[in-house]
């Protein structure tokens, strides 16, 4: 069965840096999504993109983060300058027809901010 | 915006026993979502609810989706421990690509 592939699996950053997620889609889907979950809290959406641009973003969303879909497969998450509260689970999720296959998540790439 | 609202948020029950998770939402969601979340790992799908009266079962899991009450439950029949998680329910928060909006979650433990 197809699967959305997420690397690093477990990134540790230092408060200030930058870190780039990274996220393989599955090939025929065309919307792509990144959800964060604080440990122990609810999934919560950052943004959609679709047709290479980004259609929609939450308010966690801010100046600081970042997303590209570089070439025909990878679609990242940058954060520039990480701050403590960004250690988060970070989802990415894809979907090409909703009604017929739901939405499709990856394993997640858990990132600590120290 | 969409709200999105589960309870239990904890539920211990014995292996055997049936139970019921509730979902509500606040306003109108084309279509409903049912998640699995094991310690440390992604969103496993288990349903979606496409319609008013949608019901879909899967081994000891029933889904179901009143849009005139704006609820979904899902039922456990029969636990085992097996069935151990988190389970989410969500809902398409509209927008151009309809996010999806999560609820709390309830972490479900069955005791044998």
């Known amino acids: 069965e197809p699967e959305v592939t997420q690397t690093p699996s477990h990134q540790v950053t230092q408060m200030g840096q930058e870190v780039i997620l990274r996220c393989v889609p599955i090939?025929?889907?065309?919307?792509f999504y990144w959800y964060r979950q604080i440990l122990g809290q609810k999934v919560e959406f950052l943004v959609s993109f679709y047709n290479n641009e980004i259609s929609e973003k939450s308010e966690i969303f801010d100046d600081q983060f970042s997303v590209e879909r570089p070439d025909g497969s990878n679609f990242t998450l940058k954060i520039r300058s990480t701050k403590l509260e960004d250690s988060a689970m970070y989802f990415c999720a894809s979907t090409n027809d909703r009604v017929l296959d739901g939405y499709t998540f990856g394993s997640g790439t858990r990132l600590t901010v120290v | 915006e969409l709200k999105v609202e589960q309870n239990p948020l904890f539920l211990s029950m014995q292996e055997g026993k049936n139970y019921t998770i509730y979902c509500n939402y606040s306003?109108?969601?084309?279509?409903l979502y049912w998640y699995r979340q094991d310690p440390g790992k992604s969103l496993e799908s288990l349903f979606v609810l496409l319609s008013n009266g949608a019901v879909k079962q899967e081994g000891r899991l029933m889904a179901s989706l009143d849009t005139k009450a704006r609820l979904s439950t899902l039922h456990i029949t029969a636990a085992v421990h097996d069935l151990s998680a988190t389970y989410f329910c969500?809902?398409?928060?509209?927008?151009?690509?309809?996010?999806?909006?999560f609820g709390t979650g309830t972490l479900l433990a069955v005791q044998p």
């Open positions: 969500a809902g398409e928060g509209g927008g151009a690509t309809n996010k999806l909006i």
């Open positions: 090939s025929n889907h065309l919307y």
């Open positions: 306003t109108t969601s084309d279509r």
